[in-house]
């Protein structure tokens, strides 16, 4: 299963409940504008170092670590996989967090994310979209965006990073 170069505007991490795929995970240059990364449920049978010997995490970015405890389920619900010293924790600079906006989710050219996805077979930047201003002839995202119109509102509620 590969997970890479997205960008999540949800307030959860991504979250298994009973159990991982088996096999090789790659989990790669995500952008989440919300805090933490991924969480496991307790009743998931995997250990997290089990989990950490099949999986490839990094490259990833979002705002900060989640702290035990805040994702509003009972504490004992989940275990929080912690940031990889290739991950990018910290403020993201976005160009704009108007959806309305042509750049709209864009990550400032000299921003950490837009250097340090993991490369090689993978890109070199981190989240759905190349860092820098939305190209002037547009591009999937903005002809997408043209036709949300007044649609998504809610995405335009992006908690600040």
Not at 131 to 141: L, S
Not at 143 to 150: C, F, H, P, T, V
């Amino acid at each position: 299963m590969e997970v890479y170069n997205n960008t999540s505007l949800s307030e959860f991490p991504v979250f298994f409940t009973r159990t991982i795929p088996e096999g090789k995970i790659s989990f790669l240059n995500n952008l989440r504008v919300s805090p933490g990364l991924i969480a496991l449920a307790r009743e998931v049978k995997q250990e997290l170092p089990t989990v950490s010997r099949t999986w490839r995490v990094g490259g990833n970015a979002y705002p900060r670590e989640l702290r035990d405890g805040e994702l509003h389920w009972p504490h004992n619900f989940y275990r929080l996989y912690a940031a990889r010293e290739t991950d990018v924790v910290g403020k993201m600079k976005f160009l704009s967090l108007d959806a309305s906006q042509a750049d709209y989710l864009r990550l400032a050219s000299d921003s950490p994310p837009a250097i340090k996805g993991v490369g090689g077979e993978w890109l070199t930047y981190i989240g759905a979209l190349p860092p820098g201003p939305a190209p002037k002839d547009g591009d999937w995202f903005t002809r997408m965006r043209e036709r949300w119109g007044d649609s998504p509102k809610e995405a335009s509620n992006v908690p600040p990073p």
